[in-house]
């Protein structure tokens, strides 16, 4: 009889079985379970030297650590001389109380439970006079080791940043909030995978309500692995048609904390050296961390920058399009002339020269990032100066075209979050169409598109748009587009319905 469920058949649904392995807990199923697994390991022992008191341990190599087992497993079991006067269940229960010199010890008693603990790196010792087995955590601690964030520097912020490891991710999170309300809830994800999903929140601060949906939507999430960020985000957020994201996903810790204390819930998933947090507002992705460090004046006039090289970023294009081709009257007249002579021998049209240069400039930008570091510069290098000098030279694109995108592009990387960067670069696409479609019409149309969109998107009913909609009312006390001084920013975001807005004296 299989002892992986029931079976399937291919192609129809496959609801959740539970258990995964069926059958009892036995040394014959656990092998079974692991047929075919070089990895695996299974050893006969005999509780201090008696050859009646056999036990079976099972581990799978490469999770555990051989010197915690030796030490902290075999060692006792070998030399405990209290072992060798007690019966078999006097045995179980005195290495179940504090017989194996290890921290966290519990008994097994169902296969399923037996499996996992192998896989999540522990060893198992199964009593086979009694059914029932051991867990002994023992699991090794390979990982990266802290470093600098590569992806959000800062000047005056701390220089560590998560890695693969959750439970390291968590410390990291403690270390900084030293809160007994801190809350750090898991689910497992993924049938085949087993992902832990850790989701933090402070207790009396985050919203009830979005902290038990993050619960309700993590735990019907039914999928053979969840191994990237595609496998979480795409499943809690609220909708998915939309080139923007609805979680930050950051490599700080000290971020992270930043927003717990904010009302905002935070997920961290075992493998991925990122944490999301939640919900996602326009706000947050064109905010940095380095704006609290700050002096609030400079960190106003930075944020203030920020959107208007947003509002570059969309619409340069779009307007020089459509200004060229409808309306050139808009153009002074030693510009229009420069212009004019620029394209004398230009072969292809205005449109044309813009859509080709804006995915040039992505096939660039693609290919620094999937290029190791150096060759990645090298390569964006070579096409952005010698490539654009060349096409210019040769009479392939104006110049004109090719500053303006330029400008563009560049306005583009001041936005913090490279997420809702990627969503503005296909929305500056669309937009520069429908200035070559209509001019100043149709970009007019698209932008009012494009605000209803946001409008009407939301994050576990926040509103996207915050803080400059859906406030119901209330002052957006220091948290707008241009900030004041901490110590007088005396409440949290009101639009993340925080139990407790009060965040200072």
């Known amino acids: 009889m299989p002892i992986f469920g029931r079976r399937r058949v291919p192609g129809q649904p496959h609801p959740r079985s539970q258990p995964i392995f069926s059958g009892p807990l036995t040394g014959d199923n656990i092998r079974r379970a692991f047929d075919r697994c070089v990895d695996f390991t299974s050893r006969t022992l005999s509780l201090a030297g008696d050859p009646q008191k056999e036990v079976l341990l099972f581990a799978v190599e490469g999770m555990v650590r051989t010197e915690r087992v030796n030490d902290y497993v075999l060692r006792p079991l070998a030399q405990d001389p209290a072992l060798a006067a007690l019966p078999l269940e006097g045995c179980f229960r005195r290495l179940a109380s504090g017989g194996l010199y290890n921290l966290s010890v519990s008994p097994v008693e169902e296969l399923d439970q037996a499996v996992f603990a192998l896989l999540d790196g522990a060893v198992v010792l199964f009593f086979p006079a009694l059914g029932r087995a051991l867990r002994c955590a023992v699991a090794t601690e390979e990982k990266r080791s802290i470093s600098d964030p590569e992806d959000e520097p800062a000047v005056k912020a701390a220089k560590d940043s998560f890695v693969e490891s959750v439970r390291t991710n968590t410390s990291l999170v403690r270390r900084r909030l030293r809160s007994v309300a801190l809350r750090v809830e898991e689910e497992i994800v993924g049938r085949q995978s087993r992902t832990p999903v850790d989701v933090l929140y402070l207790d009396g601060v985050a919203d ?179 490539v654009g000098s060349a096409a210019v030279e040769a009479k392939i694109i104006s110049p004109a075209v090719l500053i303006v995108v330029a400008l563009a592009g560049i306005a583009g990387y001041t936005i913090p979050s490279q997420d809702f960067a990627g969503g503005v670069r296909l929305w500056r696409l669309l937009l520069t169409l429908a200035g070559g479609a209509f001019g100043l019409l149709g970009v007019a149309l698209a932008a009012v598109v494009l605000v209803g969109h946001l409008a009407g998107l939301e994050c576990f009913g926040v509103a996207y748009l915050t803080p400059f909609a859906a406030n119901g009312g209330q002052q957006v006390e220091g948290h707008a587009l241009f900030r004041v001084p901490i110590p007088h920013v005396k409440l949290r975001p009101a639009a993340l319905k925080s139990r407790n807005r009060r965040n200072q004296r």
């Open 208 to 386: 009830p309500e979005t902290v038990a949906q993050v619960r309700l939507r993590l735990r019907n999430i039914d999928v053979d692995g969840a191994l990237d960020a595609g496998h979480i985000e795409q499943y809690l957020c609220d909708t998915l048609w939309t080139p923007f994201p609805q979680f930050l996903a950051t490599q700080r810790p000290d971020r992270l904390c930043a927003n717990l204390l904010s009302g905002r819930v935070a997920v961290l998933v075992d493998g991925l050296a990122v944490g999301f947090l939640l919900p996602g507002t326009v706000g947050l992705f064109l905010a940095a961390q380095q704006d609290r460090a700050d002096n609030w004046m400079v960190s106003a006039c930075l944020t203030a920058l920020r959107y208007a090289a947003l509002l570059t970023t969309l619409f340069l294009p779009a307007l020089y399009v459509a200004a060229v081709l409808f309306h050139p009257e808009m153009i002074p007249l030693p510009l229009a002339r420069s212009i004019i002579a620029a394209k004398a021998d230009v072969p292809f049209g205005t449109l044309f020269e813009a859509l080709m240069l804006l995915l040039a400039f992505e096939v660039i930008q693609e290919a620094g990032l999937r290029l190791p570091g150096n060759l990645g510069q090298t390569v964006s290098i070579l096409g952005g100066l010698v």
